[in-house]
């Protein structure tokens, strides 16, 4: 493996003043650090798989060389930025006496603890827009937010939005206090003035967000932030007491049904606004459609939940959304291939009720004038997100500052993440940097049609899980050694795994915990045991009811758990009265004789232990543990903003001391499978769709019927005759370790790319991640047991138990050891204790298990094939009928029509079969539903053989014949399978006689015939 070369650390500036200076970074030339800050910018390119921005666009091919995207200014962020300059040059002309008080106390080199620059840039954005003079603020244009068509019938109408793009931990909710301040103080100050309010309200996306929010509020006055991060003068806190913050989740702003007045059902009264719809029921066995009416509360009514008891002296308020990607209108733009099934739902849903609720609060309150005076959106990735409806990847029109990710970590205000630049396989792109497209392409999902189901991702996923974790083992090992030093809190590292779905995330949260050992061997480390939770699983469903604060106990704890992740004690020293009253619920539970629960100590904070996190929907933002170290991405990531968001939970840093020359040290988190490049996706635009092609009709052609080939409809095999097992050891195939194919090295560099690579030199230290300390602790007597109990249940799990498995297990362990012994082939630094890992595990398990014969007392093999009666249990060339828009081939002794063929080899094998003179009929197998089950690794599959060949000759007989160029591993099971079908079929007798042929090149087709013709009729 090649080396990287280092440069000096990649923290060049300070965080408390602007940026003086940059990396320049170029594939495969050494980082340039320039004078000067970067200007603010984006890039545009095509999504992974997702919409192209226009309807009837075909999908992204998800195996191609990702199109590298043209970078675009975000041209008012860069204009403001100049203007900010010229602003503070010429003593904020225009700034209020208020606003000058607290821009000086902001900006004091006394204070205890300086704010950052990137909080001051954002804050002064928004005031600067507001309070500088019309020469300062000429040229620049910001758009509002305007409703679309149905919104504007609805009254509802544009208001005012500003953007603030800031990297995740350059700290947004200090800059949420800044704005408060100065928009409360003002008011207070300037009663009549129309560009303040003292009525501010936060939106936030779930209840974890609106708790760490709370500091927000002024009333809370030495515990508040304004006086915790010196935001407001002390003189001033009695006047910002005079104005309200509501902090509040977007699930607040839904709409809500009015249940009753005054006792009375309100859908009797008939009070509040009515909502009709219609939806139909089967009634008597026939849809009948119904309507219903139902009574929702009105906008006044509204308004009083929402903002309660407002003591508003205005009718305006002033409006901040945090993480603020998820408030969007929703675009008509087509996006028919959105990646993330089980949250898009969700994600519309959330969206529509955010911005329904500002629109209803801003028509409420008045509208332009009054309503919503701004609105402010704070967001690392304010980007429209896939399955929005608006252009992927294009930022809200409304961003008026820009401080990148790339900044925050030239200015060490984040860990550096460090993503896989090479590894032991020499690929351009290491196959742990995107592990979804790695396992897709291993699978050749694109060409199979299989689906990612968590069987197939969990052969592959292990090892790099397996991998990384070594590495947290190694870093909790550090942290062990410092806490015992005194040098830090004893609190763990923590592993992230993101995966798809929930029934992926089950698979690997029962893999962690011994339930799955069909998947290898697990880091035992991440295991829970009776009293100490280690690993958490928060799903879909969980996720939702977490985010709203709503759900059973079980949900409730688990909120707890994730907002204590890497706390040592409870904020305040006491812990919540709603978790306190969880856990005496629980231990009451506890105290019962025949109870396996373990007894809670609520003092402890429930997150404190945890170090492992598998999550479907969570932590995608908004959790803010500083302790996350490693990061493992089971996913699709169709947009940089997931990567982003993902990425961004390992970034907050542990540390802020100052080194001597007054900046951050530097932080690493090592991540693996999420494809974080930097920069958004563009969506493809225009183009003139191709013409349609031309389809053609295939079909079996009844003028040929004398040609019609059946065939049986095999699902499986049946065997009452067994007593014993063999074992075929010549047909057991090598297993290679290859660290070309499945990498047991990976060297992480620091993510500092713009142009969408990994550069191949990058600032910053490396990190190599092995196996080499897990291969000593692991036995090869442990790979032996663990084979011979894979093949045990594999073996009950086809088979049932009609051989004992104290009769099983011994003789599996003998397989197991001279596989180990004679079918291994190590390359590189591999070692055998590598097949306790999946994906060799899996491969080691099934060799084994697809040559296992059953035999009887005589040994002989007695199994038949399990074909359903009738006409379920045979198919036909009859069945044949499709159409095709490709060019069709003649097919003069095929019961169908005429040919598709995909290659030149197929057109020759036609050829071949059309004119020789021992071929009596024959057909390719293109829909006609002839298939040979097998398994990979445990996991069903098909087998689909190109042709079936039906001969002619005295000794008649069908061929099933495969025609395959290059041989691949998968290529022996499938020949397996295929030789398991033709012994039980003609074993069955009622088929005919078959036999399999599989040939190297068209010409051995030819070949073959003429031998079997030759030995039809002997000279």
């Known amino acids: ?20 200076c940059y990396w320049h970074l170029e594939r495969g030339r050494q980082p340039q650090k320039r004078d000067g800050r970067r200007p603010a910018s984006y890039f545009f390119r095509v999504p992974e798989r997702a919409a192209r921005g226009r309807k009837a666009r075909e999908q992204n091919d998800l195996f191609t060389e990702d199109l590298l995207g043209e970078e675009y200014l975000l041209d008012n962020a860069n204009l403001i930025r100049q203007r900010l300059q010229d602003w503070r040059a010429r003593g904020y002309e225009g700034a209020t006496r208020v606003t000058r008080e607290l821009l000086d106390l902001w900006q004091s080199d006394d204070r205890r603890e300086r704010l950052f620059f990137a909080q001051l840039e954002a804050a002064l954005a928004v005031i600067f827009l507001t309070e500088a003079t019309p020469d300062l603020l000429h040229g620049i244009s910001v758009p509002p937010d305007e409703p679309g068509p149905e919104a504007q019938v609805k009254g509802y109408k544009a208001f005012l939005r500003y953007a603030l793009k800031m990297a995740t931990g350059s700290g947004k909710t200090t800059v949420m206090g800044m704005l408060a301040a100065w928009q409360i103080l003002n008011k207070v100050a300037h009663p009549q003035s129309p560009h303040y309010s003292d009525t501010v309200l936060v939106i936030c996306p779930n209840v974890t967000i609106r708790d760490r929010l709370r500091e927000l509020d002024p009333n809370l006055d030495t515990l508040s932030l304004y006086r915790m ?10 006047d910002l007491r005079r104005g309200e913050v509501f902090i509040t989740n977007w699930h607040h702003l839904e709409r809500r049904e009015a249940t009753d007045v005054n006792g009375i059902s309100a859908k009797v009264v008939k009070r509040g606004v009515p909502v009709t719809r219609k939806f139909k029921r089967r009634l008597d066995g026939q849809d009948t459609e119904f309507e219903e009416t139902r009574y929702y509360e009105s906008d006044a009514a509204y308004l009083k939940r929402v903002l309660g008891k407002r003591k508003g002296r205005a009718q305006a308020i002033f409006v901040m959304n945090d993480e603020a990607h998820h408030a969007y209108r929703r675009g008509d733009v087509s996006d028919e291939y959105a990646l993330d099934e089980e949250s898009a739902e969700r994600n519309a849903r959330e969206a529509t009720v955010w911005i329904e609720g500002l629109d209803r609060l801003n028509k409420t309150l008045g509208g332009r004038g009054n309503g919503i005076r701004l609105c402010v959106d704070l967001s690392a990735t304010p980007f429209y997100i896939q399955g929005s409806g608006n252009e992927v990847g294009r930022p809200f029109p409304w961003v008026v500052s820009d401080f ?77 050694a410092q806490a015992a030093g005194g040098l830090r809190r004893r609190v763990p590292p923590v592993f992230i795994i993101v995966c798809r779905d929930t029934a992926l995330a089950r698979e690997i949260f029962e893999w962690i915990a011994g339930k799955r050992p069909d998947y290898g061997t697990a880091p035992a480390w991440f295991r829970n045991a009776p009293g100490q939770e280690l690993t958490v699983r928060v799903d879909s469903k969980v996720a939702d009811e977490i985010e709203s604060g709503s759900g059973a106990d079980e949900s409730r704890r688990l909120r707890f758990v994730l907002e204590t992740v890497g706390k040592t004690e409870w904020p305040g020293g006491n812990a919540p009265e709603e978790y306190a009253a969880i856990v005496h619920k629980h231990n009451h539970k506890a105290l019962e004789e025949d109870s396996e629960l373990a007894f809670i100590d609520e003092a402890i904070p429930p997150g404190r232990d945890v170090r492992c996190i598998i999550s479907v929907a969570m932590l995608s933002e908004g959790w803010d543990a500083t302790t996350v170290t490693h990061v493992v991405g089971l996913r699709p990531f169709g947009s940089q903003l997931l990567c982003e968001q993902v990425v961004g939970r390992s970034l907050r840093r542990t540390s802020y001391a100052l080194d001597a020359g007054g ?20 969506v493809e635009g225009g183009g003139t769709p191709p013409p349609t092609p031309p389809a053609y009709h295939v079909y079996a052609d009844p003028a040929k019927s004398e040609l019609e080939i059946s065939f049986p409809v095999v699902e499986g095999y049946h065997d009452p005759g067994w007593v014993s097992l063999t074992i075929d050891w010549e047909r057991v195939p090598l297993l290679t370790l290859d660290p070309l194919r499945v990498p047991d090295q990976t060297l992480l560099q620091n993510l500092a790319g713009i142009d969408s690579k990994l550069l191949a030199f990058g600032p910053g230290q490396s990190a190599l991640i092995t196996l080499e300390d897990w291969r000593k602790r692991m036995r090869v007597q442990q790979v032996v047991f663990a084979i011979a109990a894979g093949l045990t249940r594999d073996w009950t799990a086809r088979n ?57 007392q005589q040994g002989e093999e007695t199994e038949l094939p399990v074909i359903a009666p009738g006409r379920e249990g045979q198919r036909s060339t009859a069945d044949v009928d499709f159409h095709t828009g490709r060019a069709l081939e003649p097919a003069a002794r095929s019961h169908v029509n005429a040919l598709v063929v995909d290659s030149r080899w197929e057109k020759a094998a036609a050829f071949c079969l059309d004119t020789h003179p021992g071929v009596r009929a024959w057909a390719r197998n293109d829909h006609l539903g002839f298939v040979i089950p097998y398994r990979v690794d445990g996991i069903a599959r098909k087998y689909l053989p190109d042709f079936i060949v039906e001969l002619a000759g005295t000794l008649p007989a069908r061929w099933i014949v495969e025609i395959k160029g290059e041989e691949r591993p998968e290529d022996l099971k499938k020949q397996a399978a295929a030789e398991r079908w033709v012994r039980a079929v003609n074993r069955d007798g009622r088929y005919g006689r078959w036999e399999y042929r599989y040939l190297r090149h068209p010409s051995d087709l030819a070949r073959a015939l003429s031998e079997r013709v030759g030995a039809d009729h002997p000279a």
């Open 229 to 238: 991060r010196e935001l407001v003068p002390v003189h001033r806190m009695s």
């Open 404 to 480: 990148s990710l790339l900044e925050a970590i030239e200015s060490g205000l984040v860990k550096i993440p460090q993503l896989p630049a090479q590894d032991t396989t020499g690929a351009d792109t290491p196959p742990y940097f995107n592990i979804w497209r790695w396992i897709a392409e291993r699978a050749n999902v694109r060409e199979t049609g299989e689906r990612m189901t968590p069987l197939l991702v969990m052969k592959y996923a292990t090892q790099p899980i397996v991998q990384l974790a070594e590495e947290w083992r190694k870093t909790h090992a550090l942290w062990e």
């Open 1 to 20: 493996m090649s080396q990287i070369n280092h440069v000096e650390n990649p923290i060049i500036n300070s965080p408390f003043e602007a940026p003086q």
């Open 663 to 682: 900046r951050f040290r530097e932080e690493t988190a090592k991540v693996f499978g999420v494809p974080f490049e930097l920069i958004p996706f563009k």
């Open 800 to 856: 049932g138990e009609v051989i004992p498995t104290h009769r099983l297990f011994p003789l599996f362990v003998g397989y197991a050891e001279r596989y180990l012994r004679e079918k291994i082939q190590r390359r590189g630094n591999s070692a055998p204790q590598d097949v306790a890992i999946n994906p060799y595990f899996q491969e080691a398990v099934s060799a084994l298990a697809d040559h296992i014969k059953p035999v009887n």
